[in-house]
């Protein structure tokens, strides 16, 4: 009777934290969830499939920042600051928020990893907002910002998951920015699974190798 007890607090508990999430949006090859993380703004999850893909395609679209305006709503521009290792890359982004939020900037860094799941290789990268003290004084920063990238082949093409919430800061009305983070969210992967098939990005060097990301917390 005990181990029932345990057993049936473990599912509850479970089944509590599973429909904290709702689906915002579903199509045959994207789902996007959301729920309210405490602080009021919005977190998001996303499964995406895109046939004849591979994680070479996702990694060299990322890697691209001299592009990132063209699948990144709102962004007026993305800077690579450097690499410190071939796993990881440390980026600048300057938001053009619509109207009436005012610009935000982000300066994060990235680290890929990659491990064996049930016979399949899946890569993982994660990405933190950092400190900057040399970031301009006068425009918002987005922080604290958590972000992970999860994404494997298959017979079929490459599956995609990502899990981000970021804080806008600054005095804005959380529901407009959560609609605003929602509607973002589905253009931008509508965008980048088209991306991806693009020619420029079957033999772009991407420069990425997965590498130990064992600093980096491990997010939920």
């Known amino acids: 009777m005990r181990h029932l007890f345990i057993a049936l607090l473990c599912l509850m508990s479970w089944s509590s934290k599973a429909v904290d999430w709702s689906t915002w949006y579903q199509s045959d090859n994207l789902t996007i969830q959301k729920r309210l993380a405490q602080t009021g703004v919005v977190e998001i999850k996303v499964w995406m499939q895109v046939d004849a893909a591979k994680k070479d395609n996702l990694l060299s679209v990322l890697a691209d920042v001299d592009n990132a305006k063209s699948w990144l709503p709102h962004v007026e521009h993305v800077t690579l600051v450097s690499r410190p290792t071939p796993a990881q890359s440390i980026v600048y982004t300057l938001f ?9 900037q982000l300066f994060t860094r990235s680290c890929l ?44 093409g490459l599956v995609v998951e990502y899990d981000a919430l970021a804080h806008p800061n600054g005095r804005v009305p959380l529901w407009l920015v959560n609609r605003n983070t929602l509607a973002s969210t589905k253009a931008a992967f509508q965008a980048l699974a088209s991306l991806m098939l693009k020619p420029k990005y079957q033999h772009f060097s991407h420069g990425f190798e997965p590498g130990d990301c064992t600093t980096f917390e491990h997010f939920e």
């Open 96 to 104: 053009d928020a619509p109207f009436p939020l005012a610009k935000r």
């Open 113 to 156: 990893s990659v491990e064996p799941v049930n016979s399949r290789l899946v890569y993982q990268m994660q990405v933190r907002d950092i400190v900057n003290s040399s970031l301009p004084e006068d425009i918002v920063t987005v922080t604290p910002m958590r972000a992970q990238w999860r994404f494997y082949e298959t017979v079929d």
